[in-house]
């Protein structure tokens, strides 16, 4: 079955870096394209960055724009989001899924705080 894993989150300090991974099984990975989507307490899940599943990277939310970087390493079947100059406001759930599959990962909790 389908199964999307994310991991690499924590805490960090303002102006930290953390990366995040998306280990995916069950699919042709390399056939799909990849989104990362985040979810702050009392928000809407909203997108932060997606790249094709040729490697391109895509939209991506400018909130994040010269600061998040995604990417993805096809013989892993893995995805990454690098996030460099964290702020407070980058504290959220992350979380990864392939776009036309009704799949999502258990997410990975990022905290921002000094």
């Known amino acids: 079955q389908v199964q999307l894993v994310e991991s690499g989150g924590g805490w960090v300090q303002p102006g930290g870096s953390l990366r995040l991974s998306c280990q995916a099984s069950?699919?042709?990975?390399?056939?799909?394209?990849m989104r990362w989507f985040r979810q702050a307490p009392g928000k809407e899940r909203e997108l932060v960055d997606s790249?094709?599943?040729?490697?391109?990277?895509?939209e991506y939310n400018d909130a994040v724009k010269g600061r998040f970087a995604i990417s993805r390493d096809n013989s892993r079947n893995t995805a990454y989001l690098q996030m460099d100059l964290l702020r407070p406001e980058d504290t959220a759930v992350y979380y990864c899924?392939?776009?036309?599959?009704?799949?999502w990962g258990q997410g990975t909790q990022v905290t921002v705080s000094s």
């Open positions: 790249i094709s599943f040729a490697g391109r990277p895509l």
């Open positions: 899924m392939a776009p036309g599959l009704p799949y």
């Open positions: 069950g699919f042709n990975f390399g056939n799909y394209g």
